[in-house]
């Protein structure tokens, strides 16, 4: 699959970072969704079944945890990759979204270059 090809969801309640991260992802080519929240987001993943979602944690109403487990329970989307997109980086965090079912996990800011490698984009 061409990272042009790729569908890609980035979900954050703030809005100002998700249209960021967006923006720098659509600049190398590559096709992105964004949903401002954990429910938007589980909606968008389960009706467009992206390749990648780069997913906060902290958010309200459905946490970056909740949203994962959710991801991980739909048999629709267990190929998905789960890339936690967040500020918070510490071990206990790390631990609770391994367990959630995050492939990865990224803290903000993140590196550009490391988005665009895991998301396939060409620097």
């Not at 998905?80 to 079912?101: H, I, P, Q, Y």
């Amino acid at each position: 699959m061409q990272a042009s090809e790729k569908k890609i969801l980035v979900v954050d309640d703030n809005a100002d970072a998700a249209d960021m991260t967006a923006q720098i992802l659509q600049m190398y080519g590559l096709q992105v969704q964004v949903a401002y929240g954990g429910p938007e987001g589980l909606a968008l993943a389960r009706a467009n079944r992206p390749d990648l979602i780069f997913l906060d944690i902290g958010m309200p109403l459905m946490d970056g945890y909740q949203v994962a487990q959710a991801v991980r329970a739909d048999a629709t989307l267990s190929k998905v990759m789960l890339v936690a997109l967040t500020a918070w980086g510490d071990e206990a965090s790390r631990n609770k979204a391994r367990a959630a079912g995050f492939d990865m996990h990224l803290t903000k800011p993140a590196n550009i270059v490391e988005l665009l490698d895991i998301a396939g984009g060409k620097c």
